[in-house]
């Protein structure tokens, strides 16, 4: 596993929350576990994700696995109420292999993970040992190269770029999502199916708080490595400052555009 380019700080757990809620109706139009009995999320950090599987389907029971300590203590915290009525139970995984039988799960999750890891074919593999026959992994992650913004803002591109390089720097791959599919064959599933979920900002959004409430989420996302990257002299404290004004630039101004892509996978056992 790399090195977590946002951090475990009590703040960017909270953040991780605050994502879960905003991405919610873009990833999981097209998830369907209502077949299932007993899933699996990969890299479950916070628990934000099993909180929003368990909303959609209450008959759920679900195990988190992930590499954190501070993940799993805090998701601890969070999900109490589900781990004591025994539908969630959280896992850290230490090393490269999961710690569960062969066909343990009928079905399962990974959202925003491979990114920030070396080896997603390995994981991938992993998945695919404990899952049951003709079961579904869905996979989310993002394609940062696929990144467009109008008019064009300097600072942020040139953020953008270093951070980019920065997640790769740490063995992740910030355009992992357009591999999916490929990832997926490559690691024996049986077939895949990859849509593509963008977030889309134009002038089609008339509500003023709907474009504040997107650009304040983007600027958190990338703010969220700022100290990271300005401690290991990558940037100068200059650089968010002037990208934040330029953010402020787009959120203001009804001809701006912004397109974040996002990858989903649905792979078949």
């Not at 989310?140 to 008019?151: C, K, R, S, V």
């Not at 703010?223 to 402020?248: F, R, V, W």
Request: with cysteine.
């Amino acid at each position: 596993m790399s090195k977590y380019i946002h951090g475990y700080t009590r703040k960017e757990q909270d953040r991780l929350f605050r994502q879960s809620v905003f991405f919610e109706s873009y990833i999981y139009n097209k998830i369907d576990f209502s077949n299932c009995n007993h899933i699996v999320e990969i890299g479950c950090g916070v628990g934000a994700q099993i909180q929003i599987l368990l909303n959609h389907f209450p008959h759920l029971k679900i195990t988190g696995v992930d590499i954190s300590e501070a993940q799993i203590s805090r998701a601890g915290e969070f999900l109490k109420p589900h781990i004591e009525a025994g539908r969630v139970s959280l896992h850290i995984t230490y090393g490269d292999v999961l710690p569960f039988p062969d066909q343990s799960f009928d079905g399962a999750l990974i959202c925003f993970v491979l990114e920030h890891i070396n080896n997603p074919l390995y994981l991938l593999k992993e998945v695919k040992r404990i899952m049951k026959s003709g079961t579904n992994l869905y996979c989310t992650e993002a394609f940062n190269t696929g990144l467009y913004i109008h008019p064009p803002c300097l600072a942020f591109q040139t953020y953008w770029e270093i951070f980019n390089r920065y997640q790769e720097q740490l063995n992740g791959d910030p355009n992992v999502g357009v591999k999916l599919s490929n990832l997926a064959l490559q690691s024996g599933f049986s077939e895949t199916t990859l849509d593509y979920i963008p977030l889309y900002l134009d002038g089609r959004i008339k509500n003023m708080s709907q474009r504040t409430d997107f650009i304040d989420y983007i600027t958190e996302v990338l703010l969220s490595a700022a100290s990271g990257l300005i401690a290991l002299e990558k940037i100068t404290p200059l650089l968010p400052d002037a990208m934040i004004l330029e953010l402020q630039e787009i959120k203001n101004n009804q001809d701006s555009i912004f397109v974040w892509p996002l990858q989903q996978l649905k792979a078949v056992k």
